[in-house]
Structure formats: structure tokens, C-alpha cells
């Protein structure tokens, strides 16, 4: 396969860690809202085997936040999410699907309660600002909605929590997950919440000021070493083996929460007012139709760029694989597809298509580990 690089340009945005990443060897990028993302350091079963074991610095200051602040902020908020926000705490970190009128899914990003009429929505790949200035203007609420200069960095993997206590003292250690509070690095607060886009457990430093953030970049591997620290990014083989969904890969705006496994997160009993709520109501009276599930395919090597049918003995179309890695864990081809009601059940077989050739396969549970 032939690999292209990427023209940088102001629309397609730099990270403050940019240039410490490439000096680290980042391999990959891909694109993120509207900004370069690392994708790879190399073999990604490597980068995988040092996440599950080590500690890793992310940049993932794609990553971006919208903040939304004003007297009707918390209106705001809540409109655009089907979870119940009523009794949310200053401090604490709420997945919170966002939902449009007809009930599907916008993003999914986790929502950050600053003050009562402060919040940070840290976001999926979708243009999250321009929904929520949408709103705001149609429905004439007081509020102010910006991206804030907000560029995170994650420190993920089991070894996380000693190189971060090295750093900032015991107390990080007692957060708890989803909670956040500020630190102090050189005379700089920061906010670190214990969060990341992994299951191996760390946190993510929310830098709103460059100079201190890129500081603090390099002294995490500086006093690091002895906890093996190394650069890396979300990877693709230990998200999906944890059921980690992406927007924009295993699902869209086509698909509701219910499709996607968010049923906790959708309040249809509690008198709040969100978007597509009678929408959601009449999709829980009928039942979804379909539903992401886990899939396996008994072979060593797979390269998806876009969906791939799946199909029943008679050649019907049945879902479609929407991400998938070979897992050494499992020593096989597994992934993340839409499946119709008639075939979601576990141990379902199917076929595939790959490279002109014709593979069977299994239906599973997520996550997978």
C-alpha cells in the first residue's frame, strides 16, 4: 500500500506537541476536528503490547472542547443530550450522547460541569459548535459558545498512576474516575481529569497554557524512564478490543443511542427536555431493528478504509462491518459491525468479502475483553 503524506495548512491545525511527537517518531497521522492526530508510532501490535503494560503520553489535543457559559447554559446542555444532567456535580465527567430532533447521534463527547452555568463539552470528530450556536440562536438563549484554547495530553496505561503520583503527589492518585480537579505544575494550574479514550486506566491534562503544557510534555518523559514511558496515541486494536466507539467510524448521524448500546444514557422517564426525545420514545416502544455487535473472522490480517457488507447463506445483506484489527489477543480478525435484529444474536454466522475472497464469520458480544 502507498503511503501520502498529509499538507499541513492553518485549516488542517498543528498541536502544541506537534514537533515533539515527530522528533519521537510518530509514523501516522490522521485527521481529527480539523486536526492532525497521531495514528501511529510504528508497528501498532508493538505500541499496543507497551500500552497494556506501560505508560504512554498521548497528544490528543484534537480533542477539542466547546464551551458553553451563560445563564441558560445548563438549558443548553441539556437539550442537546438524552442523559439526565439534573443532578450533575461541579468536578465530574458525564458521557453524554448528543442527539439531533429525529433522535440520532451527533457526537458523543464527555461533558465537563466547570460551574453552574459553565461547562466544557469535550468532543467527537463532528462540528459540535455550530449545532450548539444553532440552538442557541433558534431558541434565543443567554449564552456564550467558544472553542477555549484547550490542548490535551493523555497519560494512559497501568503504570500511569505512579508516574503521575511522581509528578503531582498522592493526592491525583484519589481521584475518582470521571472526576476531576486542578494541579499545580511549576506554578501553573492544570485540570486533569482520570479519563482517557483507553481501558488500561490514566488521565487526561486539559493545558490551557502552551508553554507550562509543553513543559510538562517533556518532563513526564524525563522522570518517566523508570516506568518504560513512551509516545503513542489511541490504538486501534486495544479500543476495539474494549468496545471503545468511535463516531464517524462505528457509528453515525444514521444511528440512535439504542442501536449503539447507550440505553443508560437515555432519560424518556424523567421530565427533562431534550432534542428527539418523542423520536427515542417511539424507537424503545418498537425495538431497534439493528444493534452494534462484536464480529470474528478466523484470519490474520485485515485493512478496512470504509464499511463491508456482511451477508447470510443466501447472499442477503445482514449489517456491515464498520471497524475491525487483527487482536493477538485473540489471534484473529475482530471488529465492530451494525448487525440486523435477525442475525445479532451471539454465534450468528456470516460472510464476507475480502479481497475477492469469501470468509465466514461469528457474531459476539462487546466488548470483546
Known amino acids: 500500500m502507498t503511503n501520502f503524506s498529509i499538507a499541513k495548512s492553518r485549516r488542517l491545525r498543528s498541536t502544541p506537541y506537534t514537533s515533539r511527537i515527530e522528533k519521537q517518531g510518530v509514523t501516522a497521522y490522521t485527521i481529527y476536528n480539523h486536526m492532525l492526530l497521531p495514528a501511529a508510532f510504528g508497528s501498532i501490535e508493538n505500541s499496543y503490547k507497551h500500552l497494556k503494560e506501560h505508560v ?88 456564550k459558545i467558544i472553542e ?65 503544557g509543553q513543559k510538562l510534555y517533556d518532563h513526564l518523559f524525563e522522570v518517566g524512564k523508570e516506568f518504560n514511558v513512551g509516545p503513542g496515541c489511541p ?47 417511539e424507537v424503545k416502544s418498537k425495538g431497534a431493528q439493528k444493534k452494534l455487535m462484536g464480529i470474528k473472522i478466523d484470519i490474520k490480517e485485515i485493512s478496512l478504509t470504509g464499511s463491508k457488507n456482511l451477508y447470510d447463506e443466501k447472499n442477503n445483506i445482514i449489517g456491515e462491518l464498520r471497524s475491525s484489527c487483527y487482536s493477538p489477543h485473540f489471534q484473529m480478525v475482530i471488529g465492530i459491525a451494525m448487525i440486523q435484529k435477525s442475525h445479532w444474536e451471539v454465534s450468528q454466522t456470516f460472510k464476507i468479502q475480502i479481497n475477492d475472497s469469501t470468509f465466514s464469520g461469528k457474531v459476539c458480544d462487546l466488548p470483546f475483553i
Open 56 to 143: 504512554q503520553v498521548w497528544d490528543v489535543a484534537a480533542e477539542r472542547q466547546v464551551e458553553i457559559s451563560g445563564k441558560d447554559s445548563a438549558e443548553l446542555v441539556q437539550l442537546m443530550t438524552c442523559r439526565d444532567l439534573s443532578k450533575s456535580k461541579i468536578g465530574r465527567c458525564y458521557y453524554c450522547p448528543i442527539i439531533d430532533e429525529n433522535g440520532n447521534l451527533v457526537n458523543d463527547p464527555v461533558v465537563l460541569k466547570l460551574d453552574e452555568n459553565r461547562w466544557w463539552l469535550s468532543i467527537a470528530d463532528s462540528d459540535v459548535i455550530f449545532f450548539a450556536k444553532g440552538l442557541a440562536s433558534g431558541h434565543k438563549f443567554d449564552v
Open 235 to 281: 490504538n486501534l486494536i486495544e479500543r476495539i478490543e474494549s468496545a471503545l466507539l468511535s463516531y464517524g467510524n462505528d457509528f453515525d448521524n444514521s444511528d440512535n443511542p439504542f442501536e449503539c448500546g447507550f440505553d443508560q444514557y437515555v432519560s424518556l422517564d424523567s421530565d427533562i427536555n431534550f432534542l428527539g426525545k418523542d423520536k427515542l420514545k
Open 148 to 212: 477555549p484554547v484547550v490542548d490535551i495530553m493523555a497519560i494512559q496505561g497501568p503504570k500511569s498512576f505512579a508516574l503521575m503520583e511522581k509528578v503531582f503527589g498522592k493526592k491525583i492518585t484519589e481521584l475518582k474516575f470521571f472526576g476531576f480537579d486542578y494541579f499545580d505544575f511549576d506554578g501553573t494550574k492544570h485540570l486533569i481529569a482520570r479519563s482517557g479514550w483507553s481501558k488500561q486506566g490514566g488521565y487526561e491534562v486539559y493545558v490551557q497554557n502552551t508553554e507550562s
